[in-house]
């Protein structure tokens, strides 16, 4: 082998090395958690995303910004996915965890420069955030998570966001009945919460509908536009006369033979509605048409109809009714009707929508969002749907924490003061993940205007005083204070994933030495 080098790569791949591949991901990283810092908190500001065809979406929700910008850095893509994880575990947060991480970035790369060593770094970080989920369990409320809890953490997850004319206070209230309805001994099923938004109306008229709501139009006009107590059906089968029946070229030569044909379409037809009608059925949803005479039999009938159903429609109508699906309008018996306390067919200007509300095996139920523009029921429908999964965590761990910068605080306390009995150069990576921590109070304070690092003093000192102290924006007003007396808290869970996606992806970018990248 002697002398002769040995090439591995192609010619046309790219790397990079050692403190340069160190600096250019640590960079990336940084600057994506930089990128959604305004947005933190109730006086975050919002960012308006226009992609290359012109779509645009404003938004105040981290995980949303993250997605939408273009990020290709491979460093920087891992900054989305601690923001993707957050969101999928406990549904909020997502915006501190990319800050956090962003922190102990910066962090990082001042140790670096310290000559500390990466995997010194990497076993500081990770026993510092060994500390701080011991910090977040001392910082657990005692008090039961009641109802009032509940409101607390939704209202203090949607506070800064976009929520119409809407209070925040009303939409909590909505969003706790909706989580309480699916809470069963097994738990809270989460999914069986639908957020159904529709534009043309102010948001105050956003409510809970007790079912599900699908995008649907009743089969004939003259239909009933609403059935109470209803029987329901749900086919998959075609109400119509096989095509192409009248066409056939053997069939018709003579006027008679014209009229006879006619006469066994409409009969039938006839059968098929009278078979309906006297099924007993009220309401039929089928994934398949309905042929128009048909439709205008059954209306006379007062049968409300809605055809060409989507599967998935099909699917929620039976979970939410307790109906079979019916493949064969013979096969079809009164047992496999679902029930429903009422269904009704509502137009709205350019849509149309079937409710069906209070099933027999109702476990669903939906959020109908209203709002005057696209643009703000999309921004409600995310805030609504962070607003479930934090009550949903809550409720299901029974824990919550002081919000308001309060625990990030009480954590940051608990590392420098364990940092102490730590020996050599880790000590020092240790402190820093303390240090990456204040991201939050400062943040807090530099997006309500406050000086961040007077606030900083103001709350570590009431602190060490034995206070919790959060910087509460109440309405007009910022004061550092305890944030449950504010009712600012949050589920335990989310700070506890934050802690953890950050840490994860904050050590796995600095071990990196080396970009390989092929062309
Ligand atoms: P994230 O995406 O991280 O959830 P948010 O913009 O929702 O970002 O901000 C969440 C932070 O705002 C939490 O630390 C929470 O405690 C804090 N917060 C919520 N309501 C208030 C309030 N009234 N005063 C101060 N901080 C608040
Ligand atoms: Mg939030």
Known sequence: MGGQPMFILSEDSQRTQGRDA???????????AESVRTTLGP???????????????????????LNEMDIEHPAAQMLVEVADSQEEEVGDGTTTAAVIAGNLLGEAEDLIEQDVHATTIVEGYHEAAEIALEAIDEQVSEETVDDDVLKQVAESSMTGKGTGGLTAESLAETVVEAIRHV???????????????????????TELVPGIVIDEEAAHDSMPGEVEDASIAVLDVELGVRTGELDAEYAIDSIDQLNQAIDAE???????????????????????????????????????????????????????TGANRV???????????????????????????????????????????????????????????????????????????????????AIADKIRSEAAGIEGRKQLAVTSFADALDVVPRTLATNTGQDPIDTLVDLRAAHEGGDRAGLITDGETVTIDDPFEYGVVDPADVKREAIESATEAATMIVRIDDVIAAE
Request: proline content about 1%; glycine content about 12%; aromatic content about 4%.
């Open 22 to 32: 160190q600096s250019s991901n640590i960079m990336a990283g940084k600057a994506v």
């Open 43 to 65: 006086r975050g500001m919002d960012k308006m995303l226009v992609d290359s065809g012109g779509e645009v979406v404003i938004t105040n929700d981290g995980a949303t910004i």
């Open 183 to 205: 809470e069963s001994d097994a738990g809270v099923e989460r999914d069986n919460v639908t957020v159904h938004t529709q534009i043309g109306a102010s948001s105050n008229a």
């Open 266 to 320: 409409e009969s039938e037809v006839r059968g098929y509605a009278e078979t309906l009608a006297e099924s007993g059925a009220d309401v039929v949803f089928t994934t398949d048409d309905v042929d128009d005479r048909i439709s205008s039999f059954l209306a006379k009938e007062g049968v409300l109809v809605f055809d060409g159903l989507g599967d998935s429609d099909a699917r929620q109508i039976v979970s939410a």
């Open 327 to 409: 493949g064969a309008l013979e096969d079809l018996e009164e047992s496999d009707f679902g029930a429903a306390d009422r269904v009704r067919a509502q137009n709205y200007g350019d849509d149309d929508l079937a409710f069906v509300e209070g099933g027999a095996a109702a476990e669903a139920v939906t959020v109908f969002v209203r709002g005057g523009t696209e643009h703000v029921v999309d921004e409600l429908e995310r805030a609504i749907n962070d607003a479930l999964d934090v009550v949903a965590t809550a409720l299901e761990s029974g824990e919550v924490v002081p919000g308001a910068g309060a625990t990030e605080i």
